[in-house]
């Protein structure tokens, strides 16, 4: 769950960019190629996916895939928002969907299974080497519920994340199941290509991360190395575009004054991230205005900001998001068991930009300021409730009592270590750590000891410093 130079800028309703380029498979990258149809009196999607797979582990006699669309069933195990959410979600009151599978081409056999039928499990007709690839075409409906979520139906768009049956990160000789909790964001995957063909109703727009081509109602859309896919369709979208220094920035909406003031925040902070971490690596970058019960959701090239924000916290979230284009979309970590690895240098990235760009209306202190409050008033509270408050960083999701522990743990706690580590190594060792970071993550799933590395690097210590916060001993 997410919290809270010049452009040309040009307005229309239906437009989408051009010149798709060829998707090939690489050696080392699983390939995805999706065609999908969206009907918008059922609210389903019917699609076929066909998944190049390549196995970058041991030998397998099965490939799992994460099905994240079955959390939204009525009786999962697992509910998609928690209990602090669901009003804001369920706008229209409950609702549901689900991810029926309907065949698997290219299997021996196969089977939904997992703690929470969240796995689709395929076994294929001769053992796969490590190093080897093998392909499997995947059939299914994906019923849309009514909710202000990543993946479903609000008022005015229809949001396509998590969309499609995404292979399991490889951990040893075995798969990394992940059920979809509602605190924080239960997604960790590998790099892959991507190829995406959709077809959708008269006058809608899809609006998609990556190269996009528009033949009558179909849309075919290609983005390479990315960690995922996403989009959302709308029949009320217009549309402002920008160049930020050869990369289109492209921001859609159907409700905001403040239009050009977000895609402008969009285009500078992608220039400035890529400036203090490393190159930004996709052909586009996508942010959409959207039915989304907290702030925004981050995807590669792509980004979801809620429409019940104001305009301020939408200028955040929307910098926010886009940080996680370097940490999540390209540097990618485990956020299963370290959220706060992606969401505290994401939240402290916005800090640092908003430092530089005191037109926004934020300042450093300001939002040093409010997250300490903000900190202090949850260790307080939980402390009263529980006796002891768990400070402690590096824990699995499962792990945090609610949205508003996790937030303040992640996000605020994970900003307030980043800016002490910055005061205490300086500015020069500080971002000359962070851009040795992204330089070895991005493309893979980096651990904490490696981001210390990277400081560790610069000719300083800071082993301890890192302990005392992830392990709760430091006092804020």
Not at 138 to 143: A, P, R, V, W
Not at 294 to 303: R, S
Not at 341 to 370: K, M, V, W
């Amino acid at each position: 769950m997410k919290k809270l130079f010049i452009c040309i800028i040009i307005a229309t309703a239906l437009a989408l960019p051009l010149g798709a380029a060829a998707c090939t498979s690489k050696p080392d990258r699983t390939a995805y190629s999706i065609t999908a149809e969206y009907d918008d009196e059922s609210g389903t999607l019917t699609a076929e996916c066909t998944v190049d797979y390549y196995n970058g582990g041991e030998d397998t006699d099965v490939i799992k895939f994460n099905l994240y669309g079955n959390a939204y069933r009525k009786g999962a195990l697992y509910k998609p928002v928690s209990g602090e959410f669901a009003t804001r979600a369920y706008y229209g009151g409950a609702s549901y969907g689900a991810m029926e599978i309907e065949n698997v081409s290219g299997a021996e056999s196969w089977q939904v299974c997992g703690e929470d039928s969240n796995i689709l499990e395929v076994t294929l007709p001769e053992r796969l080497p490590g190093g080897g690839r093998a392909q499997v075409s995947i059939s299914y409906t994906l019923e849309l519920a009514n909710i202000n979520h990543r993946t479903g139906i609000t008022r005015h768009t229809v949001n396509l994340g998590n969309f499609y049956p995404i292979a399991c990160v490889r951990s040893g000789g075995g798969f990394i199941e992940v059920p979809y909790y509602s605190d924080g964001d239960p997604f960790m995957s590998d790099c892959a290509d991507y190829m995406v063909e959709i077809t959708v109703p008269d006058g809608y727009t899809v609006a998609a991360g990556g190269t996009c081509e528009r033949q009558g109602n179909t849309v075919h859309c290609t983005l390479e190395n990315a960690r995922d896919f996403a989009m959302v369709l709308s029949n009320e979208f217009k549309k402002l575009e920008c160049d930020a220094d050869g990369t289109a920035v492209t921001y859609y909406y159907y409700d905001d004054d403040n239009a050009e003031t977000a895609l402008d925040a969009a285009a500078q902070s992608l220039l400035y991230f890529e400036e203090k971490f490393g190159e930004y690596e996709y052909p586009s970058y996508t942010v959409v205005q959207t039915g989304f019960a907290a702030g925004g959701m981050e995807y590669p090239a792509f980004a979801m900001i809620s429409d019940g924000l104001e305009p301020a916290d939408a200028i955040y979230a929307t910098v926010h998001e886009t940080a996680h284009q370097w940490w999540y979309a390209m540097a990618g970590s485990d956020q299963i068991n370290n959220a706060w690895q992606d969401e505290g240098l994401a939240e402290y990235s916005a800090l640092c930009f908003f430092e530089e760009h005191p037109n926004y209306g934020f300042t450093r202190t300001g939002l040093i300021n409010s997250a300490t409050e903000a900190y202090r008033a949850y260790y307080s509270v939980y402390n009263q409730i529980f006796g002891d408050a768990d400070t402690t960083m590096g824990r699995h999701l499962k792990d945090f009592v609610s949205d508003y522990e996790y937030v303040n743990i992640a996000y605020n706690k994970g900003l307030i270590m980043f800016d002490s580590l910055r005061t205490s190594i300086g500015d020069d060792r500080f971002f000359k750590g962070l851009k040795d970071y992204f330089e070895r993550a991005n493309g893979k799933i980096a651990t904490p000891e490696q981001l210390i590395e990277s400081f560790t690097a610069t000719g300083v210590d800071i082993a301890g410093f890192f302990d005392s916060f992830l392990e709760g001993k430091i006092i804020i």
